[in-house]
T-cell receptor, first 112, second 115 residues
Framework: SQKIEQNSEALNIQEGKTATLTCNYT??????LQWYRQDPGRGPVFLLL?????KEKRKERLKVTFDTTLKQSLFHITASQPADSATYLC???????????FGAGTTVTVRA | EPEVTQTPSHQVTQMGQEVILRCVPI?????FYWYRQILGQKVEFLVSFYNNEISEKSEIFDDQFSVERPDGSNFTLKIRSTKLEDSAMYFCASSPGGRSTGELFFGEGSRLTVL
């Protein structure tokens, strides 16, 4: 069966450090992978999309890598700030038809 | 900045009652979706809608559920004969294009509590 697994534990880091989140998937061959941010009680907010032919993508302090051989994406938040505290969701589209499958998310807490 | 709006933000209903959740997608978007998130669980796909018809639906989206775009702006999710396990946050989303073109824009959700 198809699975998307993210860091199972919450991530607590000191302000200014880099947070690294992992998304592993099995039995998928996605054309692209997305990352979303979700704050408590709110809807997911899109952050980044990376395609299978892209190794790395950056947006401000965010960086995403995509290794289709390892079936893994890494999501980095550099120079983290308390405002980055949220749950980060990895999402795949298994059949390229916008039927996104989400991981359970990793909750990041940045301490001042 | 354009946004997806959902109403109501919270609805409490008795088991067996019908519920309609409403969404106004971003105006120039062509694809519309409903997702749900049971408390503490993953965001789950329910249905996608394009050109006035369902394009994809999940196993969750059975005969109890229906969607409609009654006019040029609203997109609704109807849940007939609600069950306790329908209690969840329901998110509407829209996107300007279809496959592989980019992000989904989510609304803030409608929390449904079935008693």
């Amino acid at each position: 069966s198809q699975k998307i697994e993210q860091n199972s534990e919450a991530l607590n880091i000191q302000e200014g450090k880099t947070a690294t989140l992992t998304c592993n998937y099995t039995n998928y061959s996605p054309a692209y992978l997305q990352w979303y941010r979700q704050d408590p009680g709110r809807g997911p907010v899109f952050l980044l999309l990376i395609r299978e032919n892209e190794k790395e993508k950056r947006k401000e302090r965010l960086k995403v890598t995509f290794d289709t051989t390892l079936k893994q994406s890494l999501f980095h938040i550099t120079a983290s700030q308390p405002a980055d505290s949220a749950t980060y969701l990895c999402a795949l589209d298994p059949s390229d038809d916008y039927k996104l499958s989400f991981g359970a998310g990793t909750t990041v807490t940045v301490r001042a | 900045e354009p946004e997806v709006t959902q109403t109501p933000s919270h609805q409490v209903t008795q088991m067996g009652q019908e519920v309609i959740l409403r969404c106004v997608p971003i105006s120039n978007h062509l694809y519309f979706y409903w997702y749900r998130q049971i408390l503490g669980q993953k965001v789950e796909f329910l249905v996608s809608f394009y050109n006035n018809e369902i394009s994809e639906k999940s196993e969750i989206f059975d005969d109890q559920f229906s969607v409609e775009r009654p006019d040029g702006s609203n997109f609704t999710l109807k849940i007939r004969s609600t069950k306790l396990e329908d209690s969840a946050m329901y998110f509407c989303a829209s996107s300007p294009g279809g496959r592989s073109t980019g992000e989904l824009f989510f609304g803030e959700g409608s929390r449904l509590t079935v008693l």
